[in-house]
């Protein structure tokens, strides 16, 4: 499999990992998602392994190469374009999250997507986890029941950001960047369908972060009266032991469980008192899409979901900055 | 003192435990808050203690014995037809939160409460626990800055309930009932006031009680483009090795500050990891209520924020109910 890159802003080492001890497939290429961002660094690093070229023209690249694969991870205004024009090539997607910064755009890369032979996944790749993957296991042999009520939160360091952080256009926003991973865990882990959603969001506190909103709050409600929270900050100090505090705690009819500090926690009828659960393997998210482009088997996410919870983060954006309840 | 009970349903140990040790001030008798209720059981261990009266009706117990306080604790849709009366009667009036169980209600207990000379404090006992008040310390010392973000958690063991949780009308929903102990740790931790909210409800899953929610989330937003979650749910299994598991996480622009398993978590830009802080000593809720009566400083828990706590636990239940964006 030929791969090729556009930009090196988001998640790009997700294919890196994902293509360790694999000697079949190849980066053959990079360019950048925009003017304003530089792939160099990423340029010169890949080239320790791989025989790549660089193009300064996503669109040159692709046209001169045809890939089998695209992963696309630049400047997040950018996904969008730069999805489509994969796309619209017949070539595979492997898309950093949000797909689109704003609805318009996300369902211009859903047609894009429709007519043509791709195959998507956006890069929720904090599912594939062990603590995840350990949740998801559980529940899905039913050890907390039917799910009730989930609150997931995403904490973060800000430290200091580059520019395109600082404006709506060219970051998208905090719930749609630092919030989708949990609004997937949410739709993922209960395997409910989002009805509707209020959130709130602020810039107050950002550090000269410009448009950054540095705290948000989510509120949506899932099929089957069962409801989710998704808390989101930047807060996090600079001497915090962890880049991240990721969570997520599931009540269900039948047991609750948890997701904190990289273990899994369950307590349901079966168990006494709170028990620790033996953590299940790490997965590479880009091994998994490829499998899938192989035809090896599906990867575990979908098309569909990464177009539904791009549209629900954005939907929670709107929320906020509109400050009303929004259907979906 | 000559202290009364009315009802004995609700958090009537914080009287019996705030009178531990006091010899000066005492329980002279108890009446149910309506026919439905029985307060026979607590008559008899009272008596073991005290001298004291049951009578059949509250309003012939406080006009025969003129208390200087009653505690209010019956069945929850009683709570406000009571407290008027004790406010009626310029008794002081410690009474088991939420003080009422509709807006209507609520408001003729503030019209009493303001035409009266009494004092009145609702029974927010939890802030009481070494846990709150030290995370109430550190906050107010400024260990996390200005509050940005909160989240807070009622998570109960549902078992077998009385009859009157079963009905909205009595039991007056979880929200307010479970809920408002949260939503209260908010407007004191944060000191800010509320603007408005979201919430939903849900009965499913609540083995045969009837209406009562057995999960519930509600969104506010405060003052300051803060914003504060609580989930609140009876899913804990009976397994569990608590009845309850409170929590609270807030996150400001300083720090963050977390009340997990009776511990209080602290990171900020001073300290290094995750620090567990040293606990304050607990209080008796009833005990700072009767010294504020005898003009010994002022209670913790002021009039003014359990009328308004009320308020806003019976806003988020009318949202729940009505499935709308509720401003105050």
Redesign the interface.
Known sequence: MKIVLIGSTGHTKYVVNGLKDNYEDEIVAIAPGSEGESVEDLYQKLKLDYDLKKYDDYIEMLDELKPDVAAVACHFGDHARAAVEVLNRNIDLFVEKPIATTLAELAEVKSAYEKSDSKLAAMFGIRYNPWFLTAYKYIKEGAI??V??M?A?K?YRLGQREDFYKKRETYGGTIPWVGSHAIDWMQWLSGKDFK?V?A?H?T??NQNHGELE????C?F?FE??????V?I?Y???????SHDDDRI?I??????IEVLKEKVYL????????RELPLVKKKEIFADFLDWVKGNGDCMITAEESFRVTEAALQARRSADQ???IQF
Do not use: C, M
Request: glycine share 10%.
């Open positions: 029941g039917e009730r009520l609150n939160q904490s509707s209020y709130s602020s107050i506190a540095v705290s948000a709050l509120h409600d089957d009266q069962a409801a989710g929270s808390n900050d807060l996090r100090p600079q001497n915090a032991t705690r009540a269900g009819d039948k047991g609750v307590i349901n009828d079966e168990i006494e008192g709170n400050k009303k309840l």
